[in-house]
């Protein structure tokens, strides 16, 4: 039986213009609250963040954010990894000097970009990061840095992914977020792994969860969960990964198909 269902949102509980039918959602999530069952949001964006589009039930839900670094379960942490503050110094000193970069350091509470953003780059930063502080430097940095967010130029970025991946092997996991950046992660942090917290806290086994899912940073939560859905606007490889497939996000599939799930229990 299912216990919990986590749902990422860009590209899956989200349509295309970035938003959700929230009516539809509030009477499911009533739904979900009278069996017991949690709904847990599974982003690469933080809480801070995710809870504004959850906003009238943003203390109720269960957040597996920033790919799994932060697990917060009503309004509090119960999980919340930190790239040790070498690192995060270390790959300072070496992305700042380089022309056309950009640095954001995402905090628990807070994010913070090194110098001062252009406005257009601004403007997209705050879809991910609302409340964005600019900071001289990594003195005025009081939250613990959870991930690190790089804009570099175009062809420095697979060199770069590179570079960091081995010369940080077994502290951060830099990773392409989509856009044409650079995420760095706590190595061996993802989806998953904050998902397998969640189940531990709770004693729950992965046969009942369920998750949806599109990308690539999908991928461990859909081969964890006992019920697995790719969207149809899925990628390929997350089509192969889960069990079954629901309508893309255009189409309320996540919704959709949690309806399914009740109506058959």
């Known amino acids: 039986m299912i216990k919990a269902i986590a749902t990422d949102m860009d590209g899956t509980f989200l349509n295309s213009q970035s938003t959700y039918d929230q009516t539809r959602f509030l009477t499911v999530y009533a739904e979900l609250k009278r069996r017991g069952i949690a709904f847990i949001v599974a982003s690469g964006n933080p809480v801070y963040q995710l809870q504004k589009t959850f906003a009238p039930v943003k203390d109720e839900l269960v957040y597996v ?97 590179d570079q960091i991946n081995h010369d940080y092997a077994g502290e951060l996991t830099a990773v392409s977020s989509g856009y044409g950046n650079l995420d760095l992660i706590v190595a061996g942090m993802d989806k998953a792994a904050g998902l397998k917290h969640y189940l531990a806290h709770h004693q729950l086994e992965p046969a009942e969860l369920m998750a949806f899912g599109d990308g690539q940073n999908d991928l461990t939560m859909l081969q964890l969960a006992g019920e697995s859905y790719a969207m149809a606007n899925g990628i390929d490889a997350v089509k192969q990964a889960a069990k079954y497939q629901t309508r893309s996000n255009d189409e309320n599939g996540v919704l959709v198909a949690i309806e399914k799930m009740l109506a058959q229990n």
């Open 65 to 161: 954010a920033e790919n799994g670094v932060e697990l917060v379960e009503g309004g509090q942490d119960v999980f919340v990894g930190q790239i040790a503050p070498a690192a995060v110094t270390g790959i300072v000193a070496e992305i700042a000097p380089i022309k056309g970069s950009r640095i954001i350091l995402s905090g628990r509470h807070q994010a913070y970009a090194l110098g001062k953003l252009p406005a257009a780059f601004r403007t997209i930063a705050e879809r991910h990061y609302p409340g964005v502080k600019e900071v001289a430097s990594l003195a005025e940095v009081v939250d613990p840095i959870v991930k690190i967010m790089l804009d570099v130029p175009g062809e420095l970025t697979q060199p770069l992914m």
